[in-house]
C-alpha cells in the first residue's frame, strides 16, 4: 500500500551548521519540515511549499537548495547550513551586517532565504555586477522591501572583499 | 550609512559593528537616520513568526476546500477521513452551524441604506460560493496526517451556474450568490456635489474613459495562521495569529465564538507582511479558536501557498466608466465617474468589501481643484474569492482613472501632461483646501512635489531622448501620477460611512526606577519598523536615549485596546498616541521635579536624559533619580501627588491627516513583443515630519514594488466556470530583483499643523501611483501607434494585442 510507504521511517544522519544530528524521520517528509520543526531551527521559512519564493533557501553541501522541494532522507549525510549556523555568535556575518546597515529588510519572512542565496551567490562569484546580483537573487521574492536595499546590501559586501 | 541626529552627522556603521550600537545613540531622534532595532533579531534569526510555535500536544488543521465556484451540499461522508491515523475529529459546517456565528458584516443602516449585509458561514452551509470556500475541517496529530484525512473527505456537490463576473452578476436573469438579497449588488453609492451637468455643458473639451484593473492580491511572503490555545484552568483562550490587528481579532472572536472577551488573549507575534489581508479575522481563526476550546488541546493552523492565493482574500477589481470635463486651458470643470468593483462572495470582515469601490471614486479628483464631481460606486457580488483591503485599498483605481483623463484631456489641448496637472493642483497658499468631496487638506506640496519629480527626471532632455529614440524604432515613454492620501483615518470617517470602527490608537507609557521607558501601543508592526520609529517619537518626548525605550505591540494582555496596523496610520495615531501619554507623564514628572529643585516647572525640560533648565539646559536631576524617587522612594514624595510613573492616552487623529506624492515613471516598451521595461522611476513624497529617513524610503520602494506588480503582472485568474487559474506562484507572478528599478526618491516635508510633530502617514503611499503613472508612460510611448491603455495589468500580451490591432487596422 503507497500509504504505508511513504510514511515509513527512515534514520538519516545530517550535519547542521556543524552539529550532527541522528533522526528517525517518515520518508516523505520535508527537509524544511525537519529542519524547523524536528530540529527547531526556524530561521529557515516556508513561503510557498512549491519551490518559487526562496524562502526556505539553505545550503547544503555547498550549494543553495529550497528545503521545501527535497525530503530529509535526501539530506542523509549531508552537511547543511541554515541562517542559525551564518553569524559567528553574536558577531554578524558581513552579509548580515550590509543587510542591516542597508535596512535590507522589513517584515524578515524572507530574508533568511535572500541571506542563503547571498551566501552561495558570493561563494561563486566575489565580485558580481549590479545585474548578477538582480539574476542570483531573482529567485527569491521579496514583498516588502522593492529589493533596491537588498542588491546594494549585496553590493556593499562584494565590495568590502574587494578592498 | 550617514545618521543625522540634530545637525550633527553621525556614520553609524563606522561606530562599530556591534548590535547595541544602534540603541545607544542620543539627540534629537524624530527626524534621525538611525538603523533598526528590529533588525539584529530577525537577521539572527531568533524572529518567531507563528509556525515558528510549537506548543506541546498540539494538533493540526486541514480545511476541505470547494473545488466548484458555486454549487449546494448534498452531503459530506467523512467516515474514511475520521479512521485514519492520527485523526481527532472532522467537522461539516452542519457540525459547527450552532457554534460558531457566521462572520456577517453589518453597516449602520441610516448611514448605509442601500448596503445588504450577507453571512459567511465558518464552514459552509448549504452551498459553496467560490472556489477554495472551506466546507469541512479535519483535526489531526500533524498537519501531514490532516493532509491526508482531508483529501479522503467526499463532499457531494450540485453544481449551480457560476456569477463569473460583473456583467454577467448584473443582468435581470442572472444566478444569485445570496439569494436573500434578490439581486446581487452588495451596495451602490451615489453622489453628485456642485452642478455637474452643467459642467459639462459649458466645457470646452470632454474626454472619457472606460477602464478595467486586474484582480490581484496582497500576497504577502508569510501566508495566514494562527495557533489557538485553552486554558482550562483560567478559562483562558490564546490565539496566536499572524494579524495586523490583535484587539480587532479579540473582540471579533468573542462575538462569533460567544465567549467573553476578558477570558480571550490575543497575540500577534513577528508577522511576515500583510499589506492589508492580515487586517481581518477569518473562518479558518473562528474555527481554530473554536476547536481549541472544544478539543482542550492546542491547533495549528498554517494555510499552504495555494490557499493563500484563492482562498485568503483578492483585492481590486473594478470596471470603470469616466469622464472629465475641462476649459480649453486646461481647468478642470467636473468629473463624472462610475465604480463597478467585483467584490466575490462574500464581505471582508469587520470592515466589509463594499468599501473598496467607494474609496476609489471618492479618489478621483486627489489634489486637483474639482468645482463639480459625481460618481456611482456598485459593489457586486460574484462567485470570486471575497475582496479585502489592500495597499492604497481603491486609491490605486481612483488615480489610475483621473490620471489616465488628465493626460487625455492634455493630448486634446495639445497642452503638456505635466503643465495641465500644474494648473489644477491645489497650491500652497490655499491651503487648508476643502475639496470638493468635503476633506481639508491641511497643508501639501502638489505643484512642488510635480515640479521636483519633473527635475529629477530630468523631464526636457527625456523628451528629448524620446523623440530621438523614436527615429531609431525605440518606443520610449514618460507618465506621470500624482496622489492625496487621506491617511490615518479617523473614528469619525468610518461612522460616517455606516462603519462602527475605531481610528484611534491607544498608547501606555511607563517609566522604570532606571528611568527606561517601556512603550505599549495598540498598532501592530509587520514590516513597518515600529520597534524604532515609535521609539525615536518616545525618545524625543521623555528627553530619554533611544536605547533606553522598548516599544511593545501586538499582545492584548499587555497593551491598551487598539486598532493595529493599516491605512497608513501607525506613526500618526501610535505615534501620536505615545505623545499624548509621555506629555502626561512629562507633565507629572516636571512638576515633581519643580517641588524638589524650587525652578518652576515650565522653565524645566526632560532633555539627554536629565532634568534641565531650559533656559541654558543646566542639567539639574537624571532622569534616573527622579524615576527612582518617585516609584521607590514614594515616601518622600509631597502627599498631594500620587506614586506612579506611567500614563495612557487614547489619540483620536484629526479628520484629514494629507499625504501627497508624484511618481514619474520612463518606460521602454518593446514593440515585438509587446514587453514594458522601466528604465526609470522617480518619486517625490510629502508625508509630513519624517521620523526616520531610511524607513521612509523603505516603504516608498517596497510600494512602488507593489504597485509595479498591480500595473504590470498580478492578475488572479479565473475561467468562465469560476475556476480559480493561479494556484501557484508560477501562475501568480509578482515581481522579483530583475523587474524592480532602484526608485529615486525625493522628500518635501510639509507638517500637519494638526498632528503630534506635524507627522503624515506613509505606508501604502509607495503602491497608489505606481499603476498611474506606468499606464501613462506606456500610452505616452505607444503614442504612434494610437494605443488606448484602458486595462491594467500590463502584460506583454495585452500590449502586443494592442500593437498587432493597430497595425492590422492601418
Known sequence: MAKTQFTELQTIRVRVNGHEYEREVPVRRLLADFIRHDLGLTATHLGCEHGVCGACTIIMDGESVRSCLLFAVQADGAELQTLEGLADGDEMHPLQQAFWDNHALQCGFCTSGFLMSAVDLLNKNPQPSEEEIRHGLSGNLCRCTGYANIIKAVQAVAEQSQS | ?810
Request: hydrophobic share 40%.
Open chain 2, 1 to 810: 550609512m550617514a545618521s543625522s541626529q540634530g545637525g550633527k552627522r553621525v556614520n553609524v556603521s563606522s561606530i562599530s559593528p556591534r548590535v547595541e550600537d544602534t540603541f545607544t545613540l542620543s539627540g534629537k531622534m524624530v527626524g534621525a537616520q538611525v538603523r533598526r532595532v528590529e533588525d539584529p533579531r530577525v537577521l539572527l534569526g531568533k524572529t518567531q513568526y507563528v509556525d515558528d510555535l510549537d506548543l506541546p500536544n498540539s494538533l493540526a488543521l486541514a480545511f476541505v476546500r470547494s473545488p466548484y465556484a458555486h454549487a449546494r451540499i448534498v452531503s459530506t461522508d467523512a467516515a474514511a477521513a475520521q479512521n485514519q491515523p492520527g485523526v481527532q475529529l472532522v467537522l461539516t459546517g452542519a457540525d459547527i452551524a450552532e457554534a460558531i456565528k457566521p462572520l456577517r458584516v453589518e453597516y449602520e443602516p441610516a448611514k448605509a441604506p442601500t448596503h445588504k449585509p450577507c453571512d459567511w458561514p465558518v464552514l459552509a452551509q448549504d452551498k459553496v460560493r467560490f472556489v477554495g470556500e472551506a466546507a469541512a475541517v479535519v483535526v489531526a496529530t500533524d498537519r501531514y496526517a490532516a493532509e491526508d484525512a482531508a483529501g479522503l473527505i467526499d463532499v457531494e456537490y450540485e453544481p449551480l451556474e457560476p456569477v463569473s463576473d460583473v456583467e454577467q452578476a448584473l443582468a435581470a436573469d442572472a444566478p444569485l450568490v445570496h439569494e436573500e438579497w434578490g439581486d446581487n449588488v452588495m451596495q451602490t453609492l451615489q453622489a453628485e456635489i456642485g452642478d455637474v451637468a452643467k459642467a459639462f455643458q459649458e466645457a470646452d473639451c470632454v474626454v472619457s474613459e472606460r477602464l478595467t484593473t486586474g484582480r490581484h492580491m496582497a500576497l504577502p511572503m508569510e501566508t495566514r495562521g494562527c495557533v489557538a490555545s485553552f486554558e482550562p484552568a483560567t478559562d483562558t483562550l490564546t490565539v496566536w495569529s499572524s494579524t495586523q490587528v490583535p484587539h480587532v481579532l479579540r473582540s471579533h472572536i468573542a462575538l462569533v465564538l460567544d465567549f467573553p472577551e476578558h477570558h480571550i488573549r490575543v497575540v500577534a507575534p513577528d508577522v511576515g507582511g500583510g499589506f492589508g489581508q492580515k487586517g481581518h479575522l477569518f473562518p479558518e481563526e473562528a474555527v481554530a479558536a473554536y476547536l481549541a476550546r472544544r478539543l482542550g488541546r492546542p491547533v495549528k493552523w498554517i494555510e499552504d501557498r495555494r490557499e493563500n492565493l484563492s482562498a485568503s482574500l483578492h483585492a481590486k477589481q473594478q470596471a470603470v466608466q469616466a469622464e472629465l470635463a475641462v476649459r480649453q486651458d486646461g481647468t478642470i470643470l467636473g468629473i463624472r465617474g462610475r465604480f463597478v468593483g467585483d467584490v466575490g462572495a462574500y464581505s471582508e470582515y469587520p470592515w466589509g468589501s463594499a468599501f473598496e469601490a467607494g474609496h476609489a471614486a471618492s479618489s478621483m479628483p486627489g489634489p486637483y481643484k474639482t468645482p463639480a464631481f459625481s460618481f456611482e460606486a456598485v459593489s457586486v457580488a460574484t462567485n470570486k474569492t471575497t475582496i479585502g483591503v489592500y495597499r492604497g485599498v481603491g486609491l490605486p483605481i481612483g488615480v489610475l482613472t483621473m490620471e489616465r483623463l488628465m493626460d487625455l484631456a492634455a493630448q486634446k489641448l495639445g497642452l503638456d501632461p505635466a503643465e495641465i496637472r500644474l494648473r489644477n493642483m491645489i497650491r500652497k497658499e490655499e491651503h487648508p483646501y476643502t475639496t470638493i468631496i468635503g476633506a481639508e487638506v491641511e497643508s501639501g506640496s502638489h505643484r512642488e512635489s510635480l515640479q521636483k519629480a519633473l527635475d529629477i527626471l530630468g523631464y526636457q532632455e527625456r523628451r528629448a531622448e524620446q523623440q530621438r529614440a523614436r527615429t531609431q524604432g525605440r518606443y520610449l515613454g514618460i507618465g506621470i501620477g500624482c496622489y492625496l492620501e487621506g491617511t490615518a483615518p479617523s473614528s469619525a470617517a468610518f461612522a460616517s460611512m455606516g462603519l462602527n470602527l475605531g481610528g484611534y490608537e491607544s498608547a501606555t507609557v511607563r517609566m522604570d526606577v532606571a528611568g527606561k521607558v517601556t512603550v505599549l501601543v495598540g498598532t501592530h508592526s509587520h514590516g513597518q519598523s515600529h520597534e524604532t520609529t515609535l521609539a525615536q517619537v518616545a525618545a524625543d518626548e521623555l528627553g530619554v536615549s533611544l536605547a533606553d525605550v522598548k516599544i511593545i505591540e501586538g499582545d492584548t494582555n499587555a497593551v491598551p485596546y487598539g486598532m493595529g496596523t493599516w491605512g497608513s496610520r501607525s506613526a500618526v495615531t501610535g505615534g501620536g498616541a505615545i505623545s499624548r501619554a509621555s506629555q502626561k507623564l512629562r507633565t507629572k514628572m516636571l512638576r515633581i521635579a519643580s517641588r524638589m529643585t524650587e525652578v518652576p516647572d515650565d522653565d524645566l525640560e526632560l532633555a539627554e536624559g536629565m532634568i534641565r533648565r531650559k533656559a541654558d539646559a543646566t542639567p539639574l536631576m537624571p532622569i534616573k533619580e527622579l524615576a527612582h524617587r518617585i516609584l521607590v522612594q514614594a515616601g518622600s514624595l509631597p502627599p498631594d501627588e500620587e506614586p506612579g510613573l506611567d500614563a495612557t492616552a487614547h489619540y483620536e487623529p484629526p479628520p484629514s491627516t494629507h499625504a501627497n506624492a508624484t511618481h514619474i515613471a520612463l518606460v521602454e516598451v518593446d514593440s515585438d513583443t509587446g514587453k514594458v521595461t522601466l528604465l526609470r522611476y522617480v518619486v517625490v513624497e510629502d508625508c509630513g515630519t519624517i521620523i526616520n529617513p531610511t524607513v521612509v524610503d523603505g516603504q516608498i520602494q517596497g510600494g512602488v514594488a507593489q504597485g509595479i506588480g498591480t500595473a504590470l503582472y498580478e492578475h488572479a485568474l479565473y475561467d468562465e466556470n469560476g475556476q480559480f487559474l493561479t494556484g501557484t506562484l508560477m501562475d501568480y507572478l509578482i515581481p522579483t530583483a530583475i523587474d524592480v528599478p532602484q526608485v529615486e526618491i525625493g522628500h518635501i516635508e510639509s507638517p500637519s499643523p494638526h498632528t503630534p510633530h506635524g507627522i503624515k502617514g506613509v505606508g501604502e503611499g509607495g503602491a497608489i501611483a505606481p499603476p498611474a503613472a506606468i499606464a501613462n508612460a506606456v500610452a505616452d510611448a505607444l503614442a504612434p501607434f494610437e494605443v488606448r491603455v484602458d486595462a491594467i495589468p500590463l502584460t506583454p500580451e495585452r500590449v502586443l494585442g494592442w500593437i498587432e490591432q493597430h497595425k492590422a487596422a492601418a
